[in-house]
């Protein structure tokens, strides 16, 4: 089991920044998968992949919504994976959740977080 906890959410204008910060209460290794990622949930829509990292941190995967603007990053030895969200646009209001042990083709994760929000402002 793992308990993964969101924080960093909030109210910001377009074209501002966001940092998310996701707390795991072990460190995550996997196999052939990607270890930790972000997703996110707008309201009325499906939930959708956003980012994902493996364990060292060379690999990462990104929506292409999201390519050049968000940026994926872990520190192993706390525990936490990061979400830097630049430029910001009113379509990137969501839920965003962290999760762990994402698969590589079917981006189905293991592991969820409660989710923190975001909320874009035009």
């Known amino acids: 089991q793992v308990q993964l906890v969101e924080s960093g959410g909030g109210l910001v204008q377009a074209g501002g920044s966001l940092r998310l910060s996701c707390a795991a209460s072990?460190?995550?290794?996997?196999?052939?998968?990607?270890?930790m990622g972000w997703f996110r949930q707008a309201p009325g829509k499906e939930r959708e992949f956003v980012a994902a990292?493996?364990?060292?941190?060379?690999?990462?995967r990104y929506a292409d919504s999201v390519k050049g603007l968000f940026t994926i990053s872990r520190d192993n030895g706390k525990k936490m994976v990061y979400l830097q969200m630049n430029s910001l646009k009113p379509e990137d209001t969501a839920v965003y959740y962290c999760?762990?042990?994402?698969?590589?083709?079917?981006?189905?994760?293991?592991?969820w977080g409660q989710g923190t929000q975001v909320t874009v402002s035009p």
């Open positions: 990292i493996t364990w060292s941190g060379v690999t990462t």
């Open positions: 999760a762990s042990g994402v698969d590589k083709t079917s981006m189905r994760a293991e592991y």
């Open positions: 072990r460190r995550i290794i996997t196999t052939g998968r990607y270890d």
